[in-house]
C-alpha cells in the first residue's frame, strides 16, 4: 500500500513575483523543505506543496499564505524577519499585523519598525503612557527602541531634549577617580546609547545634539534634584538600579515628560534583591499611565545563535531551581 501524500495549493498573486516568496536563489525555500520535510512545485500560477506530514504541509502552506500576504502589503520580509514569521506561524499564530503598512514607524534617517509582536506592543505603549518599562534579555531591541521613539519625538517637536541615564555600576557610581569631564567619565556605560544614536541618524548630528544641550548624559547618581519637563528620558540597564535610585529615577519625571526603562533581569550585576527594577514590578503594578512591557527570546532580531543561547540559559537555570 502506497503512503498518502498530502497536497496543498496556494494560488500566486498577479502583483507578487515567486521570487519575493521564495527568495533569492530559492533561499526561502530550501529553508522550509528542510523544516518541514516538504516538496515545492511551481505550476502557472500556483504553488504546490507536498509532504508525507499532513500538520508539516499545513504550516508550510501558512507560512506560505503570510509571506504572499504581507508581501502584497507592501513589506519585504529581510531574513531576520522571515525567520520570525516561520517561527510564529508554525505555532498558528500570525505576524501580518506587525509588517502591516499602518503598523507605527519611525522615520528619522531611515525607517525604523517594529519586527515582532512584541517590539509592536512596546511601541504601542510608549504612544499610550508616560511611563513605559521594557524587560527583556539581550538583542530585543529595548534600548534602539527607546532611542528611536525618543528621536521621533524631538522631530516632532514633541519634546524639547532627550536624557540619556544608566547606572555606572563597574565604577560604584563614584565617578570622580575617571579622568576627563563628566560627560567623558560616562561615556563608556552610556556607549550603546549612542551607538543606537548614530546608527539612526548620523555622527555629525548627534554631536550636534550634544553640543546644544538637546541630547544630555547624565549619570544616573547626578539625577537626584532635578525636574525634567518637555523631555524624553531613557534609563537603560535599569535592572542595576537599587531601590533608592529607581524611587529617585521615577521622581524625575516633570510635564509634558516621558520617561522609558530598559533592563534584563536575568543581567544583575549588584545584588539580585536590591535590584531596583525587579522590586518596582509589584510595587507599580495597575498603576494609570505605567506599563510594564516583557519581551523574550522570540522578540531577538539579533544574530540566530543569540535566540538559542538564551534559550539554552533560560533551560539552565530553570533546571537549577528545581
Known sequence: MKPTVAVRRIRIPEDVAVLEIFGQYDKRARYLKKLFNVEFAVRDSEILIKGMDEKSVDAAHRVLDEIISITRDGHLLDWTE????????SNSESVKEVFSNDSRGLIIGKKVKPKTLGQKKYLEAVEKNDVVFVIGPAGTGKTYLAVAVALDYLKMGKVNRIILTRPAVEAGEKLGYLPGDLSEKVEPYLRPLYDAIIDITSPDKFNSYRERGIIEIVPLAYMRGRTLNNSFIILDEAQNTTYQQMKMFLTRLGFNSKAVITGDIT?????????GLIECQKILEGISGIEFVYLNESDVVRHPLVKKIIKAYEEYERSRKL
Open 267 to 275: 543581567q544583575v550585576d549588584i545584588e539580585k534583591e536590591k535590584s
Open 82 to 89: 522571515f525567520e520570525y514569521l516561520v517561527e510564529r506561524v
